[in-house]
């Protein structure tokens, strides 16, 4: 999915995050474990609040394992670059995304972590919110788009995206 998406990273980063930035560098970590595993999309950029790592990672089904994936990301990203990381995942699968999007635990005030990424369903963005926009490189994403109007509408959806 990395090389599908990977001329869209400014439009995605633009519309889907909404930041102000000025992308810098793109980061290329492998991150090592029993599997060896590479992030979609990892951008040095910076922000009105300083320098970040925009982690962008695509998903077409949904993973359970998610948020300790993501946290094993987000871990990687600060100990190798020294940068905090904004994290997205882009949920393009048939399915409604229900993947939990954090991590949380409380063993006392020395012991807690409260870790949170977003999630990004394409199939809840409407087709027309994003053909009204300067962000060509999300067309390719339309099909996915208005899962709930697609499921009731059918093919009569397409009358309308292929109009515009």
Known sequence: MKNIFSDMADDIMSYFLGLQYTKIDELNIEFARIERRDSDMIFKCTTDKGNVAVHIEFQSENDGKMPYRML???????????????????????????????????????????????????????YTDVVGTDYYDLYSLLPLMDQNRRKEEGENIWKDVLRL
């Open 72 to 126: 094993r990301y987000s871990l990687e990203i600060m100990e190798k670059h020294n940068l905090l990381p904004y994290q997205i995942v882009v949920y393009i699968g048939k399915d409604n995304a229900n993947m939990k999007n954090s991590l949380s635990y409380d063993f006392g005030e020395q012991n807690t972590l409260d870790y949170r990424y977003r999630i990004i369903n394409v199939g809840d963005i409407k």
